[in-house]
């Protein structure tokens, strides 16, 4: 009888333990999920993948009917290496983007070279290098080397795979965990729900930015499988309000969802990256119209905290001659030589210059001149200096006179040679400018 009891007591014991243990881990916090969210992107700090991404864009009118918005730039197939060394402040992405025309095929005219390389120095982007042309090129270079904020533009950009990590332009480059984070009214969904067969916690916050919802992962990682940002006319797109920046809007919404992922080992642990994705951004107009954005991601080649060196990546090296445009400078023309920007200056410019110089110092040769001589008194009753002494000498006077009237003489003529000078060469400016318009 004893030993019965004490089987039924052990087993009453084991069972409120299973329970105590199953509800303390079945009791999880909204700040614990979001910080296993954050450590979960954090293999993006230093990453190089391949990247391929399908563009389409569709107007909707209030029928809820689909009509193409662009034919001459949709649909788009983006083919890209993306790379990136947060710790250095490093970012590429170098390939091309295919634009299709009405007949499916690749518009060559359309389509661009991308190389977009920050070396952790300056920040350069290949501008409107078409296949047509191929990969000479021939074009022009945006140069900037305060380019942190354009930078981070970019890494949110869907051309450029932000949703991937989180990111989508309009919320001043706070990624989805940080406004998650910033919101006062942070929560968790009392139950899990499925995402592509994988069982997530649900985040739910609002910020000055829009309403935002994540669906996350445990045994992913606690990857993100879904996120969904809301803007209403009162939220911020980065620093303007919604409707205030664009009175035609109503609301903007962007869906991500993730497919499927990457399990990938370093340094002796699973870490999950996104392999297929997909990503909706959808603009609400107050006609009831909406604009439509869709993308397809798929990634390959993952390498996490690669060898940047050996990958030879970050290496902005441009042919010499290829023309430069620097962001800060807009009104200077410069060209690449040698690994750097230096000063560009059109020669049939200087031509026309070097010839309006010649003429108008042919015009002023031939005026007629007229000298004038001013004697100089001096009153009595003021002492005498050194340049009336040095005007009143005999002719062999000593060499320190003549120093004496060439130092006193000089300050007088550096005002009349301005006078002369600068509206001769404001003439000259005027006239080449002329000539080149007229050309």
Not at 3 to 17: E, M, N, Y
Not at 194 to 212: D, Q, W
Not at 274 to 297: L, M, Q, S, W
Request: with cysteine.
């Amino acid at each position: 009888m004893f030993t019965k009891l004490s089987f039924l007591f052990c087993g009453f014991l084991i069972a409120l333990t299973n329970t105590c243990v199953l509800g303390k881990t079945q009791v999880v916090s909204s700040k614990e999920v979001l910080y296993h969210y954050r450590k979960s992107l954090t293999y993006s700090q230093s990453v190089s993948m391949k990247m391929l991404i399908n563009v389409d864009s569709f107007d909707v009118d209030i029928n809820n009917e689909r009509h193409r918005s662009d034919e001459e730039v949709f649909p788009q197939k983006i083919d890209v290496v993306f790379r990136r060394d947060r710790g250095s402040n490093c970012v590429e992405w170098l390939g091309k983007r295919l634009v299709f025309g009405r007949n499916g095929k690749v518009d060559l005219a359309s389509s661009r070279v991308i190389k977009t390389i920050a070396d952790g120095n300056m920040f350069v982007d290949l501008q409107s290098d078409r296949l047509l042309d191929g990969y000479d090129y021939a074009r022009r270079i945006m140069l900037l080397h305060n380019y942190t904020e354009r930078q981070g533009t970019l890494l949110e950009n869907p051309n450029k795979g932000g949703p991937l990590f989180g990111k989508m332009y309009g919320s001043n480059h706070k990624s989805v965990a940080d406004l998650l984070g910033e919101s006062s009214d942070l929560h968790i969904h009392d139950k899990k729900e499925n995402i592509n067969g994988v069982a997530c916690f649900v985040l739910e916050g609002t910020s000055k930015y829009g309403k935002v919802t994540a669906w996350i992962a445990p045994e992913k990682g606690y990857s993100a499988m879904k996120w969904v940002i809301e803007k209403d006319p009162h939220h911020l797109f980065d620093d303007t309000g919604l409707s205030t920046k664009w009175p035609s809007v109503e609301s903007g919404k962007d869906i991500f969802t993730l497919k499927e992922l990457h399990e990938v080992k370093v340094e002796g642990r699973t870490v999950f990256v996104p392999k297929r994705a997909h990503f909706t951004h959808i603009t609400n107009f107050r006609d009831g119209t909406k604009n439509v954005d869709e993308f397809e991601y798929q990634t390959s080649d993952i390498q996490l905290k690669p060898d940047f060196e050996a990958l030879g990546a970050f290496k902005i090296d441009f042919p010499n001659g290829i023309r430069v445009f620097i962001k800060d400078f807009p009104s200077v023309h410069y060209k690449w030589e040698n690994g750097k920007p230096v000063t560009f200056v059109d020669q049939s410019f200087l031509d026309v210059l070097d010839n309006e110089i010649e003429q108008i110092k042919s015009e002023v040769k031939a005026e007629p001149t007229t000298a004038t001589e001013k004697k100089i008194e001096v009153p009595p009753d003021e002492p005498v200096t050194p340049l009336d002494k040095a005007l009143e000498a005999p002719p062999d006077v000593a060499d320190t006179q003549r120093e004496v009237l060439s130092e006193s003489r000089r300050p007088l003529l550096v005002p009349v040679l301005i006078l002369i000078g600068l509206p001769m060469i404001g003439i000259v400016a005027w006239r080449a400018c002329r000539r080149l318009r007229s050309r």
